[in-house]
């Protein structure tokens, strides 16, 4: 049976989702400006705490930890952007 | 370039929250009743996408690292004002599941990485699209500039916003945000180009899916 392109799709997010540990630590541009012009300190920290830092908590290995974050948000995406594209679909459609 | 709370002061918040409000509201209009069958799953395996691929934080120069935004690729597969939403509903999760952008600048992610990447790229990826005569080759450069502008021009905006609020000064944060994101915006594009080919050499009808 051919695979149904989209499961195909959400196979790759997955996937990216999978090595997300292998992403590089380094502070990205809006931080790294931040941190060299002065104004990182002023970043307020979140008063609720979920998944912080795309790390599930209470998981020992933080590879782990993030893996799981990124497999729980590919995955509420997935349904949510399926779920808003079904809100908004055509009429002709059933 | 997620701004946490603290960046922008209230002026700055209030206007980019309306302004993003505002978009959304279009948006739905504008797609409201034109979403196919193809393009349901589409907006979930993009969203899903745009998510994953944007932990993957790839280092640039200087002990800096940049990572995909993803406003071009939806807007040239389902058009700007899907990307709106598309962007809208990663920037929210982000912000409330993950703590990644911050709850006030919630309106200022949309506005820099949905709304100005989303409709940047898409206008540049049509121009040069029928510039080149809607060839394959047109497509991917005109998708290789789009991604790599919006990530410039929203970055700049970003700046502007830091610099309205009195975060930091026009003339030390314009340069400094939007030379460091010259160099991810080459990230953007490269990334960008990929996906598109990928689909083009697979399943070239998914590249027809444009909604409004």
Redesign the interface.
């Known amino acids: 049976m051919k695979t149904?392109?989209?499961i195909a799709?959400?196979s790759?997010?997955?996937l990216?989702?999978i090595?997300?540990p292998?992403?590089?630590?380094?502070?990205?541009?809006?931080e790294?400006?931040?941190e060299?012009?002065g104004?990182i300190d002023?970043?307020?920290t979140?008063?609720?705490?979920?998944?912080?830092?795309?790390t599930f908590p209470g998981v020992e290995s933080e590879a782990i930890a993030?893996i799981l974050?990124?497999i729980?948000?590919?995955?509420?995406?997935?349904?949510?952007?399926?779920g808003?594209?079904?809100m908004?679909?055509?009429?002709n459609?059933a | 370039?997620?701004?946490?709370?603290?960046?922008i002061n209230a002026p700055v918040a209030v206007t980019t929250g309306v302004i993003a409000v505002a978009a959304i509201a279009v948006a739905?209009k504008a797609?409201?009743?034109?979403?196919?069958?193809k393009?349901?799953?589409?907006?979930?395996?993009?969203?899903?996408?745009?998510?994953?691929?944007q932990?993957?934080?790839?280092?640039?120069a200087?002990?800096?690292?940049?990572?995909f935004v993803g406003a071009a690729l939806a807007a040239i597969l389902l058009g700007p004002w899907a990307a709106v939403?598309?962007m809208s509903?990663?920037l929210v999760?982000?912000c409330?599941?993950?703590?990644?952008g911050?709850?006030l600048a919630l309106g200022a992610n949309i506005t820099n990485m949905g709304i100005i990447a989303g409709f940047c790229s898409y206008y540049i990826y049509k121009g040069i699209d029928a510039l080149l005569k809607h060839s394959k080759a047109g497509a991917l450069i005109g998708a290789g500039i789009g991604a790599w502008f919006a990530v410039v021009l929203a970055?700049l905006v970003?700046a502007a916003e830091?610099a309205v609020s009195g975060?930091?000064p026009w003339e030390?944060?314009i340069p400094?945000?939007v030379g460091?994101?010259m160099v991810?915006g080459v990230g953007e594009a490269l990334i960008t180009v990929a996906v598109l080919s990928l689909i083009m050499a697979?399943?070239a009808d998914?590249l027809k899916l444009q909604i409004a």
Request: contains cysteine.
């Open positions: 149904k392109w989209w799709g959400l790759i997010a997955l990216l989702a090595i997300s292998i992403a590089s630590a380094f502070p990205d541009g809006l790294k400006v931040a060299d012009h104004f002023i970043a307020a979140s008063p609720f705490s979920v998944v912080p830092d795309y993030t974050a990124g729980l948000g590919t995955l509420v995406l997935f349904g949510l952007g399926f808003l594209a079904s908004l679909k055509s009429k459609e | 370039m997620h701004i946490p709370d603290g960046f739905v797609t409201n009743k034109k979403v196919g069958e393009q349901i799953p589409m907006m979930g395996v993009l969203a899903a996408f745009i998510f994953a691929a932990m993957l934080n790839f280092p640039v200087g002990g800096t690292s940049g990572h939403l598309i509903s990663v999760v982000q409330l599941i993950f703590q990644d911050g709850l970055s970003c830091l975060t930091s030390v944060v400094a945000m460091i994101h991810i697979t399943r998914l």
